[in-house]
């Protein structure tokens, strides 16, 4: 055979065995690209909008709101949360300032989805900016948790499918106000409410409450959330037979309508709502004129004189404690409406699987949210396909205004004042 017979065997020889190397390199190269999948889902980022009034008229319960999401946006950190495979999962908070306007909320709420590409929706910090956003998100099938009060959010649920909320209903606290004047013998009230989705809920919900509890309601009279002078009512209920007031409303108005219910020497037990749960109404009020009034809010004013049974003492007792300490200012209810509704979120988030589009993951987060059990700081939630708020009445409690704090008011003690 001639050398140039060899250099083509040759060649040939070293062509098959760099075939057979490729060969063997193809079998092995999909195991690093079957690991990808799971490479990237360990720093997937799933987003959660944050919609709330930090600034505005509302700002007062939309500024505790936003303090809230901070605090979680920090604790979370740069280490996730763990997915149901332990894998860790990166959530980014999305915080916008809606200045309490509903028509700023809806456009807001389109770029959080459109463009921020969002998985789920924590805000609303009042029940109308609530409403404003709830065409918008059902539209865009987005999971969205409200921090506002009227049912009419989350209700009916069969037409509320993509909305959740965390505050109280109205009726959750409505019972609480007309137990406690029942309590103390009256059975004809005044029902004054404000002229929006929050205080007609108030006011159906009172409405339904004193039915079932005997007590006539004489007088119904309604308020604007701007309005600063009540004489008209005030005047009006001074020459009924109610001997009681029942209110639904929301400071300014309503610390503005205490004042002057005390200024007009009107002497009869005056019952607010939840609306009431923060430290504006007495300052506007005047210590003087909030001394005495009574209202239904969550358990965190009365969390010293819980039980170590409860299961909210704990969870409370560290919210209070980060709160303060990240703000330097007194935890409020509001903070907790938006607390809750971040932890819902996160609860559900832990259970989302690997390899979603961002369309699937909305739509499997509503339906873990739907079944999220947790305690919280406005309660112990059990949502479910029937309730998209899962509290109870078993979750609020009497509170009185005394010297100008808040001091938790036991059933027992009514009579006693």
């Known amino acids: 055979m001639s050398s140039h017979s060899w250099r083509w065997i040759s ?8 075939l057979l190397v490729v060969g063997c390199g193809g079998t092995a190269a999909p195991a690093p690209a079957a690991e990808a999948p799971a490479q990237a889902a360990a720093g997937e980022t799933v987003k959660i909008g944050f919609l709330t009034a930090a600034t505005g008229g509302a700002a007062f319960l939309g500024g505790p709101g936003q303090d809230a999401a901070r605090l979680g946006q920090g604790q979370l950190g740069t280490e996730g949360i763990a997915g149901p495979d332990g894998r860790p999962i990166n959530v980014e908070v999305i915080i916008y300032d809606t200045e309490g306007s509903g028509d700023v909320a809806i456009t807001l709420a389109k770029k959080l989805i459109e463009d921020d590409k969002v998985a789920v929706i924590v805000g609303g910090t009042r029940s109308p900016e609530s409403l404003a956003l ?3 998100v059902q539209e865009a099938k987005t999971p969205f948790i409200s921090m506002a009060s009227s049912s009419e959010i989350v209700e009916p649920v069969a037409e509320r499918h993509w909305v959740f909320k965390t505050a109280q209903n109205n009726a959750h606290t409505a019972p609480w106000q007309v137990r406690y004047v029942k309590e103390l013998g009256i059975d004809k009230v005044a029902n004054l409410y404000v002229n929006n989705a929050y205080g007609e809920d108030g006011r159906n919900a009172i409405r339904q ?3 079932e509890a005997g007590v006539e309601i004489v007088l119904e009279e309604t308020f604007e959330d701007a309005d600063t002078d009540f004489s008209s009512q005030l005047t009006k209920i001074k020459a009924s037979d ?3 007031v029942l209110v639904t409303g929301l400071p300014p108005a309503a610390a503005i309508l205490t004042k002057q219910f005390r200024e007009l020497g009107l002497d009869m037990p005056l019952v607010h709502n939840h609306g009431i749960g923060m430290k504006p109404f007495i300052d506007l009020s005047g210590a003087e004129n909030a001394e005495g009034v009574v209202f239904p809010m969550g358990k965190m ?16 007792q560290t919210f209070i404690a980060d709160y303060e300490a990240f703000t330097g200012n007194p935890a409020s209810t509001f903070a907790g409406h938006a607390w809750d509704g971040l932890q819902i979120a996160l609860a559900a988030i832990k259970t989302l699987p690997v390899g979603l589009s961002l369309e699937e993951q909305r ?6 949210i739907e079944q999220v059990e947790f305690v919280g700081i406005d309660g112990v939630f059990h949502l479910s396909p ?6 109870s009445p078993d979750d609020v409690v009497i509170v009185r205004i005394v010297n100008g704090k808040w001091e938790y008011f036991p059933p027992e003690e009514w009579k006693n004042q």
């Open 11 to 18: 060649v040939l020889l070293v062509s098959l065995i760099l």
């Open 134 to 136: 709830v065409p918008i």
């Open 209 to 211: 409450a004193a039915d």
């Open 242 to 244: 109610a001997g009681a």
């Open 301 to 316: 004013v009365a969390v010293g004189a819980l039980s170590d049974t409860d299961p909210q003492k704990a969870i409370l």
């Open 363 to 368: 739509t499997f987060l509503r339906d873990a």
């Open 386 to 391: 029937e309730d998209h708020v899962g509290l």
